[in-house]
């Protein structure tokens, strides 16, 4: 049998999991600077569990354990948790929303590469869904660093000991301030939010565009195509700017929308996962067009401050759809639809 | 899934709607049969995943679930008797718009007579008790069993379809409230009075509840784990079967 396609040698999944961790470390180093213990000991539990949880259904599944164990896709899983949940998680949080990420959302639907959700949204929607207050409490960066009083807050959050009241280092994320006053009928001017303020906004800010810079890595390494991350960022700036300049008091920039909560990291790292998202071009622009479009719709008139879990989620379930009505043209062959 | 009368019964079940046969020589009806499928093998909220509205809907605890299997088994029960002994006279071509007179005679009575004696539970499930005229299970045992089945086999299978769906509701009911709320039978003094408030147990006040557990998706993936469990249940006996039958075979034969 002669070869007749040029050789082309796919990196495997070990391969890809490594780059997209790689592709992380910046986000990571700039929460670990802003965070501290809180963000390491996220990182650390969601890993853990993350192995613990594959490691366990393999077991059950009957599945060999050393090949999947060591191709980092449960860790890039646990990884994208980590930097998703509030820092300073408690650790039942974590547990529970590995629980949902890697045994209901990737294990139940038959393991790598099977599953149509995407195992860390899942997770995390499930925990979002679940204990909204442990969710939107974000602790205060100037209180959670490299030092004793992290160390106190680390202890208050995760294992609930210690001296400290949570409730006391924790404050709102900039989208929190802005659904706020949104839904209070005020403008973005008078909700008193410090919009460029140090670490609250601008930490928010710089996180993203970390994101962004390990993203556009992933492209120039080919682990990802443009067309997610273009289409996502596209669709979300067109809604924003569109409300935007209706009523620039009532509404936020594209530029905030795009440097604020989750964006980057869904469009480079979330919705770009290859099992969960289309496969063809056309798909790809499609799927990632609607996540952007529910990003704004959700940040905007639903009940969560930020939306990229569920609208990663509810594209998902599209992509079925999507990949049977995009496959491209076989040559020779008469497009499906044109004449 | 879709819902679908399921004709497993059908043909599993000795058929005696064809009249000259059963004049003949009347097949032994397999009582133990009926009840097998009714609670298990056929169960309605598991394996033929009928009347999934309700059980999403109401299973928020344990004792809405047996409120409404309560009343959905006395419906199942009645109606599946009353349609077994008017079979005779109801024309096949209109046979859909009688069962669900019946049906609804049915639930009309046993929503007043709850309205009568168990008034709070009765107000918890609200909507849902007339809703068990729609409920599939019920116009799917009227025309898959109790149709073409003597008044006595068409009661049975009535009652074990409603045990089996009762069983489903309680342990769905029961597990989400247990994981929402770390309670479970909280309140049962709406069913059985004052004194079985003794009966509701809970988890302690610093349990935090999974909410997701009590919203609609925790309905849906409580069932999907239950039908799960039975599967593999399932599974198993039929691996114990298959290891045990080779030493039972040459026994029967000597």
């Known amino acids: 049998m002669t070869q007749t396609t040029p050789p082309r040698t796919l990196p495997d999944v070990a391969t890809l999991m490594r780059q997209v961790l790689y592709a992380l470390l910046p986000g990571t180093a700039l929460l670990l600077y802003l965070y501290g213990f809180g963000l390491l000991s996220n990182l650390i539990l969601a890993c853990l569990c993350a192995w613990g949880l594959e490691a366990l259904m393999l077991h059950l599944r009957q599945r060999p354990l050393p090949p999947f164990l060591s191709d980092y896709s449960v860790i890039v899983t646990g990884w994208l948790l980590a930097v998703s949940l509030p820092a300073c998680s408690p650790w039942w949080l974590i547990l529970i929303s590995m629980v949902f990420a890697v045994v209901i959302g990737k294990h139940l639907y038959g393991g790598l590469g099977q599953n149509p959700f995407n195992p860390a949204m899942l997770g995390y929607a499930a925990v979002l869904i679940s204990f909204p207050l442990e969710m939107t409490r974000w602790p205060d960066p100037a209180r959670t660093g490299f030092d004793a009083a992290g160390l106190d807050a680390l202890l208050a959050g995760v294992f609930g000991i210690g001296s400290l009241h949570w409730d006391s280092l924790s404050g709102a994320t900039p989208l929190d301030q802005v659904r706020m006053a949104l839904h209070g009928g005020k403008s973005l001017v008078d909700s008193g939010m410090p919009l460029f303020s140090w670490p609250r906004t601008l930490g928010w800010n710089l996180l993203n565009l970390a994101w962004l810079g390990g993203g556009l890595w992933l492209l120039w390494q080919r682990v990802i195509s443009w067309h997610i991350p273009v289409a996502l960022l596209g669709s979300l700036t067109l809604f924003s700017g569109l409300f935007w300049l209706l009523d620039p008091g009532h509404y936020a920039s594209p530029l905030f929308h795009l440097l604020q909560g989750a964006t980057m990291l869904g469009a480079f790292f979330i919705a770009t996962d290859p099992v969960t998202a289309s496969t063809t071009p056309l798909g790809k622009i499609l799927y990632a067009g609607g996540i952007g479009a529910f990003v704004y719709i959700i940040r905007t008139w639903g009940g969560y401050p930020d939306a990229m879990a569920f609208a990663v989620l509810i594209m998902n379930m599209a992509v079925p759809l999507l990949d049977h009505y995009t496959q491209p043209r076989v040559y020779g062959h008469r497009h499906r639809w044109l004449p | ?254």
């Open chain 2, 1 to 254: 899934m879709t819902d679908r009368p399921s004709d497993d019964a059908i043909d599993t079940l000795p058929d005696d709607s064809n009249d000259s046969a059963a004049v003949k020589a009347p097949p032994p009806t397999d009582y133990r049969r009926i009840a097998l499928d009714g609670l298990w093998r056929n169960n309605p909220g598991l394996v033929q995943l009928l009347g999934l509205c309700p059980l999403m809907a109401v299973t928020t605890s344990a004792i809405n679930g047996l409120g409404l299997g309560l009343a959905t088994l006395a419906t199942l029960m009645l109606s599946n008797l009353l349609i077994s002994l008017l079979r005779r006279f109801i024309l096949a071509e209109i046979r859909i718009p009688v069962f669900v007179l019946v049906i609804a005679s049915v639930v009309t009575a046993i929503e007043l007579l709850m309205q009568a004696w168990f008034h709070g539970l009765y107000e918890v499930l609200g909507i849902f008790i007339p809703l068990i005229v729609t409920n599939c299970i019920i116009i799917g045992r009227a025309e898959a069993f109790a149709a073409r089945h003597v008044p006595l086999a068409a009661w049975l299978d009535g009652l074990m379809m409603g045990l089996g769906f009762l069983l489903v509701l309680v342990v769905l009911g029961g597990l989400r409230e247990l994981l929402a709320q770390g309670t479970l039978f909280s309140q049962a003094h709406l069913m059985f009075g004052e004194a079985a408030k003794g009966l509701s147990l809970s988890l302690g006040a610093d349990f935090k509840g999974l909410l997701l557990a009590a919203l609609p998706p925790g309905a849906f993936i409580g069932l999907g784990l239950l039908v799960a469990a039975k599967n593999r249940i399932d599974h198993l006996l039929a691996e114990r079967r298959s290891q045990t039958a080779p030493v039972m075979a040459p026994a029967s034969q000597a």
